[in-house]
Nanobody, 123 residues
Framework: VQLQASGGGLVQAGASLRLSCAGSGLTFGRYTLAWFRQAAGKEREFVGGISWNGRSAAIADSVKGRFTISRDNAKNTVYLQMNSLRPEDTAVYSC?????????????????WGQGTLVTVSS
């Protein structure tokens, strides 16, 4: 199983980025997908998640109103649209997959994790 995140980069505050996470080696449509991030010196934290059928989504309070999560099961891809980026959003963003279930902040619930993509927001 592979989860490959992409789309990170260096942007200025206020800019937008869209991250993508492509899955392979799993029946993508059966998995709840989530994005987590980890800033330097901090613990990894939940950013957002979307259920296997797309009917349930959750977004962390810290990014609510700025970030949205979506998925395209035909493309085996989950997206994180990030608008109005702030320097405090700087982190490595990773995606994770959980068989069935609903989006949860509990990291142990996720079966697979991908390599991250670095997002750097300058002030």
């Amino acid at each position: 199983v592979q989860l490959q995140a992409s789309g990170g980069g260096l942007v200025q505050a206020g800019a937008s980025l869209r991250l993508s996470c492509a899955g392979s080696g799993l029946t993508f449509g059966r998995y709840t997908l989530a994005w987590f991030r980890q800033a330097a010196g901090k613990e990894r934290e939940f950013v957002g998640g979307i259920s296997w059928n797309g009917r349930s989504a959750a977004i962390a309070d810290s990014v609510k109103g700025r970030f949205t999560i979506s998925r395209d099961n035909a493309k085996n891809t989950v997206y994180l649209q990030m608008n109005s980026l702030r320097p405090e959003d700087t982190a490595v963003y990773s995606c994770a997959a959980q068989l069935g279930g609903i989006p949860t902040t509990t990291q142990a619930a996720y079966n697979y994790w991908g390599q991250g993509t670095l997002v750097t927001v300058s002030s």
